[in-house]
């Protein structure tokens, strides 16, 4: 079981452009969740994915954007970005929406210059 | 909202010493509780969970937390540390829709030979 894959590791990006990071859950788990951990602090939830579609959403702007396919993986898009937009992307997954048992993946650390 | 507080932004302990890191949520209905471990560069391992029933909880690598309604505390401890122990520690929550994990802003624990 290859657990919660994200790609890529590592990125970097110019400002004012876009990124798309993705996720493949562990395997039996149909449900993906975002989080964004900027540097020295916790992990921030961003949304979550169930059935291919958005079913909560912290406090973040419509420049951040998602996407989950029929095979359960996830695509999270990122519009605009802004130099505080450089943290780690994180992806959890989890069966079913109720995430008491979340497995999360590596992250992708995502650099704005 | 809930919200989840962690004391002390770093700690140090030595060598076969006890663990000890803090956790407090504030939610005027128990939620589901979690200790997370990250590694540098790493993404969340859970630790250990408490949903419901037993308020000690053990998970891996030996450590345990205690859920204590009347305090709303969920602190992680461990007998004896070890160097391998050293990394951040995240305390987290799940309630409401059971969707939302809210994270503390970490500890990061430091073992000294």
């Known amino acids: 079981d290859a657990g919660v894959t994200q790609s890529p590791t590592h990125l970097i990006k110019t400002r004012g452009q876009q990124v798309t990071l993705r996720c493949s859950p562990k395997s039996g788990h149909d449900t993906v969740s975002w989080y964004q951990q900027a540097l020295g602090q916790g992990p921030q939830f961003i949304f979550q994915?169930?059935?291919?579609?958005?079913?909560q959403r912290g406090n973040f702007p419509d420049r951040f954007s998602g996407h989950q396919f029929p095979n359960y993986s996830s695509e999270l898009n990122v519009n605009a970005l802004l130099l505080g937009d450089s943290a780690l992307y994180l992806c959890?997954?989890?069966?079913?929406?109720?995430?008491?048992?979340?497995?999360f993946g590596q992250g992708t650390r995502l650099t704005v210059v | 909202a809930q919200s989840v507080t962690q004391l002390g932004s770093h700690v140090s302990v030595s060598e076969g010493a006890l663990v000890l890191l803090r956790c407090n949520y504030s939610?005027?209905?128990?939620?589901?509780l979690f200790w997370y471990v990250q590694y540098p560069n790493q993404g969340l391992q859970l630790l250990l969970k408490?949903?419901?029933?037993?308020?000690l909880v053990k998970g891996i690598n030996g450590f345990e937390a205690e859920f204590k309604k009347s305090e709303t505390s969920f602190h992680l401890t461990k007998p004896s540390a070890h160097m391998s122990d050293a990394a951040e520690y995240f305390c987290?929550?799940?309630?409401?829709?059971?969707?939302?994990?809210?994270f503390g802003t970490g500890t990061k624990l430091q073992v000294i030979p």
């Open positions: 959890a997954s989890s069966a079913g929406q109720q995430n008491t048992e979340a497995f």
């Open positions: 987290a929550a799940l309630s409401g829709g059971y969707q939302k994990v809210t």
């Open positions: 994915y169930y059935e291919e579609e958005e079913r």
């Open positions: 408490y949903t419901t029933g037993a308020t």
């Open positions: 939610s005027s209905v128990p939620p589901y």
